[in-house]
């Protein structure tokens, strides 16, 4: 058993990592940002005691010394898996989303360094955006871990998707220099993955406050999409259940140390959701895009680039799911949340 501080325990991703380290037989402690937070995790856990699972309030990541007393444990931590930063679309100044990111992973490495001298491990979650060259020709590159987005500070006030791109990008550079500069006594492990989909786990009141990369999910099943496939935009997934069992995984792997991990299932497009949708869920096809409406979610003619998730496979040893496997139980997750009312 291994004492594992996460952060960002109530987010979509961290919830899945949550079950992974609690179904592996971890100690964890999880940053959330209010008691309220702390109570919907807790009380979705009843069987799990208090010296498996525990809470520390970290109200706002982005200041100085945030996770200063987060890291602090008796007994003391052994690794840190690092999952909260913004995702979202949203940014009007691409300081919002920069800012947090940035200050978030560097803090939270500060303060690992100063006052949780035992930790080993550190895991970040990064993403593909942090790998892929949004400017370059999609056709025939195949991305893996030697791979770093171009993305400059100037171009992150481009737009809102830009300043995602380049919070992760930054964020993920300034953890590896950090490392190379400071030389601390933990090794530090980044986890990219492209969009993420599958079922929820977390507490959720309402379809509104639905992770960025499953809204699409509910506008098909709404018909909020029925008249326009959404173009796919990002063309490789994972299922969250696989990515939180990797963060894991690079916790417990000893050659996890140091490196990068691309986790990515396969290929896909909305159109393909779309179909699996109206295959699995016959009772929604009415909703969904069919005919012309599918083909602005479907490939571009002239493909896709392409993927090497062979450090993942091999050194971590995942096995990932398929895509109708992820959108199957996606959508059951979310029908008990009222689908019908939108």
């Not at 987005?149 to 100037?154: G, R, Y």
């Not at 990515?243 to 299932?265: D, P, T, W, Y």
């Not at 699996?276 to 909703?287: A, H, L, M, V």
């Amino acid at each position: 058993m291994t004492r594992v501080l996460l952060t960002g325990g109530s987010g979509f991703i961290a919830a899945h990592v949550l079950e992974a380290l609690l179904a592996r037989g971890h100690s964890v402690v999880t940053t959330v940002r209010s008691q309220t937070k702390a109570n919907a995790i807790q009380k979705d856990h009843p069987g799990i005691n208090n010296d498996r699972l525990s809470f520390s309030i970290v109200e706002d990541m982005a200041q100085p010394n945030a996770f200063d007393r987060a890291v602090v444990s008796d007994p003391p931590f052994e690794a840190v898996i690092h999952t909260a930063s913004p995702y979202h679309f949203h940014a009007q100044d691409a300081q919002e989303l920069l800012v947090p990111a940035i200050t978030g992973t560097t803090g939270i490495l500060k303060s690992v360094q100063r006052y949780a001298p035992l930790v080993k491990r550190v895991v970040v979650t990064s993403s593909f955006a942090a790998i892929n060259d949004v400017f370059a020709s999609k056709a025939c590159k195949v991305y893996s871990e030697a791979d770093w987005s171009p993305i400059t500070e100037a171009q992150a006030n481009d737009s809102p998707a830009n300043a995602y791109r380049a919070s992760k990008t930054f964020a993920e550079r300034a953890a590896w220099e950090f490392v190379e500069r400071e030389k601390p006594t933990f090794t530090l492990s980044v986890i990219n993955p492209p969009l993420v989909l599958g079922p929820i786990v977390h507490n959720l009141s309402s379809l509104d406050a639905l992770n960025t990369s499953n809204q699409r999910i509910r506008d098909f099943l709404s018909g909020a999409a029925k008249t326009r496939c959404p173009p796919t935009g990002n063309y490789l997934f994972v299922d969250v259940r696989d990515l939180g069992l990797a963060h894991v995984l690079a916790v417990e792997k000893e050659a996890a140390g140091g490196k990068r991990f691309f986790i990515v299932s396969s290929h896909f497009s909305n159109a393909e959701i779309a179909t699996i949708i109206g295959e699995e869920f016959p009772e929604y096809r009415d909703r969904l895009p069919t005919g012309d409406s599918l083909k602005t979610g479907e490939y571009p003619p002239d493909g896709v680039y392409g993927f090497d998730n062979t450090r993942a496979r091999e050194i971590l040893g995942v096995h990932f799911r398929p895509l109708r496997e992820s959108i199957v139980d996606a959508v059951k997750s979310l029908l008990p949340l009222g689908v019908d009312k939108f």
